[in-house]
């Protein structure tokens, strides 16, 4: 992954179906995944997570099918560092992000 760390990664959870714990760098990630991985599902909750005190345990992996690796959390991820909340909803063309989400 090219650049430093961000220092408000996002993260995504899903556990209707198990416990599914994801950390993205970019929102576009997030869509991607949202769209590709979670398509029967109308809504998912997403974190903002501030990453700082996590770097040792994130695992750059490469997904079958993405451009870029992905950091995965294989732990579980102390309520301290999530910034903020929202659920991410699905529309007529997918999930995607209403324009007051932008970071």
């Keep these: 992954m090219n650049g430093p760390p961000n220092p408000k990664a996002t993260t995504s959870q899903k556990h209707s179906k ?3 714990s994801f ?7 997030l869509l991607d995944s949202a769209n590709r991985h979670f398509s029967n599902e109308e809504s998912l909750l997403v974190l903002e997570v501030n ?17 870029e ?13 999530v910034i903020r909340q929202f ?14 989400v932008t970071s």
Excluded: C, M, W
């Design 18 to 20: 198990g416990k599914d």
């Design 69 to 81: 690796a992905f950091p995965h959390l294989y732990r579980s991820l102390p309520r301290k560092n």
């Design 51 to 67: 990453p700082q005190g996590l770097e040792d345990d994130l695992v750059l992996e490469q997904i079958h099918g993405a451009q």
């Design 87 to 100: 659920s991410l909803q699905k529309g007529p063309l997918g999930f995607a992000f209403k324009p007051d």
């Design 23 to 29: 950390i993205f760098r970019k929102k576009e990630q």
